[in-house]
């Protein structure tokens, strides 16, 4: 598998947790904060897509932090509507994989920058993993905490470790990547 399609996978995978993770958000909790100077699973998104958009767009001819980006505002005025956030959050992901789906492993040593650094398009990629990774599993634990006993787990619910080990081990080892098939870890 290239390296480009592996990162694409990884990329999908972390959005697709994070709308399962939003969409058992209760409606009011989407602008709720547990803690001075927290932030909302709403600012989460905002400050994603806004990262996304800012990153992705002209992703290799200028710099990934545009002077049209208010990073500061991505932290204020949560969005009015689930619709309005959900919009924000799948634009963003769009500019993303637009970018992903256009670049091939020739590309991976060619040079962008972040904030007037240089890095490789590969360092780059896996940059932006691990941010949005991090912040995604913010809006997981926003998600579980305010959906309570009403939560659908997004991985091995506890309790279910040994039947989901007993059906994985029932079949012939194969190589695959984590993010193929079911979703389920």
Same mark, same amino acid.
């Given at each position: 598998?290239?390296? #480009?399609?592996?990162?694409?996978?990884?990329?999908?995978?972390?959005?697709?947790? *994070? &709308?399962?993770?939003?969409?058992?958000?209760?409606?009011?909790?989407? @602008?709720? @904060?547990?803690? %001075?100077?927290?932030?909302? @699973?709403?600012?989460?998104?905002?400050?994603?897509?806004?990262?996304?958009?800012?990153?992705?767009?002209?992703?290799?001819?200028?710099?990934?932090?545009? %002077?049209? +980006?208010? +990073?500061?505002?991505? !932290?204020?005025? %949560?969005? =009015?509507?689930? =619709?309005?956030?959900?919009?924000?959050?799948?634009?963003?992901? &769009?500019?993303?994989?637009?970018?992903?789906?256009?670049?091939?492993?020739?590309?991976?040593? +060619?040079?962008?920058? #972040?904030?007037?650094?240089?890095?490789? @398009?590969?360092?780059?990629?896996?940059?932006?993993?691990?941010?949005?990774?991090?912040?995604?599993?913010? #809006?997981? /634990?926003?998600?579980?905490?305010?959906?309570?006993?009403?939560?659908?787990? /997004?991985? #091995?619910?506890? *309790?279910?470790?040994?039947? !989901?080990?007993?059906? +994985?081990?029932?079949? %012939?080892?194969?190589?695959?990547?984590? &993010?193929?098939?079911?979703?389920?870890?």
């Amino acid at each position: 598998m290239s390296t #480009i399609l592996s990162l694409r996978k990884l990329f999908a995978y972390y959005q697709e947790l *994070g &709308t399962k993770a939003i969409a058992q958000v209760p409606d009011a909790d989407l @602008v709720r @904060v547990l803690a %001075p100077e927290g932030n909302s @699973v709403s600012l989460l998104v905002k400050h994603l897509a806004g990262n996304m958009r800012s990153r992705f767009t002209d992703f290799l001819t200028s710099d990934g932090e545009k %002077p049209w +980006r208010d +990073r500061e505002g991505e !932290f204020e005025g %949560p969005h =009015a509507t689930r =619709a309005a956030l959900m919009g924000d959050w799948n634009s963003g992901w &769009t500019c993303l994989f637009a970018v992903l789906d256009a670049l091939s492993d020739a590309d991976l040593e +060619r040079i962008v920058l #972040i904030r007037n650094e240089g890095h490789s @398009v590969q360092e780059a990629l896996h940059r932006q993993l691990a941010h949005y990774a991090y912040h995604v599993g913010q #809006i997981v /634990l926003l998600a579980r905490t305010f959906a309570g006993a009403e939560w659908t787990s /997004l991985s #091995i619910p506890r *309790g279910g470790s040994q039947a !989901f080990n007993a059906e +994985r081990f029932a079949k %012939p080892a194969e190589r695959r990547q984590f &993010t193929d098939g079911s979703g389920e870890r």
